[in-house]
């Protein structure tokens, strides 16, 4: 069963902040929030990851509200190099940390 | 070197043959998963492994089967391989004994059932 939503699809042009939001009704109280880049052929790279408030690293910032039901994943200024798939996932620390179910993603197209 | 390393990187076989795939990490992580990505559909978790005596079925894991012969490597077997089987293959690891959930992914293996 999937444990988050988010679209399907994003277009942006290069220099934009990109904002991609997830939806998770029904996160649990050890759940993290992960965020992860895939491009073309190649495996998932973790960008960031967070439990409640806001965490910013080099690449990416993740906005997270008092009831976690969301998130919201920031990219600052997009380059064409940035086009491709985001996935939004949970992942239990803890018992349930194997779980880790990726779900189709968000695919974003980043244009001149 | 690759941390994760997948072998082999393509593989094109015939419908009813068996198969496996194989992944072997130097990370010293001690859970291990195997994906299948089709294209629209992302990533699906086959299998896991939490260590060497522990198996655990995931999202799709009918048709296939896994072993874990030792902490650094973790097998997918398909004992018949089928053409709906064909997809990009992904393994990978983490570590448990860190705060910080990240999976790092092998190369991914393209497999072909004709």
């Known amino acids: 069963l999937a444990k988050t939503t988010q679209p399907i699809s994003m277009d942006s042009y290069e220099g934009q902040e990109v904002n991609i939001t997830c939806s998770h009704n029904?996160?649990?109280?050890?759940?993290?929030i992960t965020w992860y880049q895939q491009f073309p052929s190649q495996g998932p790279r973790f960008i960031i990851q967070?439990?409640?408030t806001k965490v910013t690293n080099e690449v990416a910032s993740l906005f997270i509200p008092a009831d976690r039901k969301s998130s919201t994943l920031s990219l600052p200024r997009v380059s064409l190099s940035d086009t491709a798939v985001y996935y939004c996932?949970?992942?239990?620390?803890?018992?349930?940390?194997?779980?880790?179910?990726f779900g189709k993603g968000t695919k974003l197209s980043v244009k001149p | 070197d690759a941390d994760v390393t997948q072998t082999p990187r393509n593989r094109i076989t015939k419908t009813g043959k068996r198969i496996m795939l194989e992944c072997s990490q130097t990370?010293?992580?001690?859970?291990m998963y195997w994906y299948r990505q089709d294209p629209g559909l992302g990533l699906r978790l086959i299998y896991y492994?939490?260590?060497?005596?522990?198996?655990n079925k995931g999202e799709i894991s009918d048709g296939y089967s896994v072993s874990r012969q030792a902490q650094a490597k973790f097998s997918l077997s398909l004992e018949s391989a089928i053409p709906n089987q064909t997809a990009l293959y992904f393994c990978?690891?983490?570590?448990?004994?860190?705060?910080?959930?990240?999976?790092?992914f092998g190369q991914g293996t393209r497999l072909t059932v004709v």
């Open positions: 990370k010293g992580h001690d859970r």
């Open positions: 996932l949970l992942w239990g620390y803890g018992g349930s940390q194997g779980n880790l179910i």
């Open positions: 967070g439990y409640k």
């Open positions: 990978a690891t983490s570590d448990s004994q860190r705060s910080n959930t990240e999976a790092f």
């Open positions: 029904n996160i649990a109280t050890n759940d993290y």
């Open positions: 492994s939490f260590d060497v005596k522990d198996i």
